[in-house]
């Protein structure tokens, strides 16, 4: 799946309602509707949405096993080194600032990590005490909500 920084991904744009985005994926997979609901999408998605039932936040998780994974412009974003995803998109001009979990980038995304996975899930030789980490997830917003200048 390809992100659209500041946007979303294409079934899902920030700004949307919640019926526009439900008429094209479906209803969410638990049974009550709430600010953030998860859809039964692979990557399966997180969608924040305002009290007005307008997308505020896209999230995506890793997928893992060999299955669809999250990418911006050639890169894949999910389920690698933190540092590497990081690596590659500095390559390509994105810029970045360090967050509690990961980096928020400028563009109006962000990746991390929630140190579910270890180094081992991507390294079969990396030891126990192999610190990297696995990129788990991606946000799309605009970069002022990372920053909470909205």
Known sequence: MEILPGIGVALVKIGESRSDVERRIGPPVHERPSQRDVYATTPMLVVHY????????VEIAYSGDGQEEVFLDGVQL???FLDDVVHDLTAKGYTNTPSDIGFDFHAGFAIWSMGSRWAGDLDPNAGEDDERK???GVSIAP???FTQEI
């Open 143 to 145: 970069y002022a909500y």
């Open 78 to 80: 999910t389920f690698r």
């Open 50 to 57: 305002t009290p007005e039932d307008l997308v505020e936040l």
């Open 134 to 136: 696995v990129s788990e």
